[in-house]
């Protein structure tokens, strides 16, 4: 199967400091939907793996964060895509739980699920924790730089993170998918 993994918040919608805690907030980045229906249409299965402690921290609530879930659904089936499951973090950084990003829970749930490995598995994200979980599951780690996304290269330049001395980056996730179908196509 072929598999790719995207962080949501600043990867294929606009992020925000206060969080995105309705429908109403939510919106994609331009040329984020398209590009997951250029996946699916190559034979990619795409999941999405998140962060959202803005549940824990009482933000919003679980018929909140469905109906932003069923919002991302509906815009992407207007360009023919689709995502096989959205995994969750709900819990606050001070949790210390596993599924929360730069832990690899998530990631790991989503192995158990396909049943295969993540071994070189494309998982995009705009954040340093997003790569370092994603070099936790052997993944190939893509930065995007929409989102936290020049935030986290600043972060890498400061702070040098075995395995993420340059990471594979792109403006958005539109050059991402480019990318990722253009290596395909050249093998």
């Known amino acids: 199967m072929k598999l790719v993994i995207l962080d949501r918040d600043g990867v294929i919608n606009e992020?925000?400091?206060?969080?995105?805690k309705s429908p109403e907030?939510?919106?994609?980045?331009p040329g984020s939907l398209e590009a997951i229906a250029r996946l699916n249409h190559a034979g990619y299965k795409v999941y999405v793996a998140s962060n959202q402690?803005?549940?824990?921290?009482?933000?919003?609530d679980i018929?909140?964060?469905n109906?932003?879930?069923?919002?991302?659904?509906?815009?992407l089936q207007k360009h023919g895509g689709r995502i096989e499951a959205i995994l969750f973090c709900p819990h606050r950084p001070e949790e210390a739980c596993s599924c929360r990003k730069p832990?690899?829970?998530?990631?790991?749930?989503?192995?158990?699920?396909?049943?295969?490995?993540?071994?070189?598995?494309?998982?995009?994200g705009d954040s340093l924790r997003?790569?370092?979980a994603a070099l936790a599951?052997?993944?190939?780690?893509?930065?995007?730089?929409?989102?936290n996304g020049r935030r986290a290269l600043l972060e890498l330049a400061q702070h040098s993170t075995p395995g993420l001395a340059q990471p594979e980056t792109y403006e958005d996730l539109a050059q991402a998918v480019d990318a990722i179908l253009a290596k395909v196509e050249a093998s």
């Open 103 to 124: 832990r690899p829970g998530l990631y790991q749930q989503i192995a158990q699920r396909t049943h295969q490995s993540l071994l070189d598995v494309p998982i995009i």
């Open 15 to 20: 992020d925000s400091t206060d969080y995105i």
């Open 63 to 65: 018929e909140a964060l």
């Open 67 to 75: 109906a932003i879930h069923l919002k991302l659904h509906l815009e």
């Open 53 to 60: 402690s803005g549940l824990g921290r009482g933000l919003f």
């Open 130 to 132: 997003d790569l370092e």
């Open 137 to 147: 599951v052997q993944a190939r780690p893509i930065l995007v730089l929409t989102g």
């Open 25 to 29: 907030e939510w919106r994609p980045i």
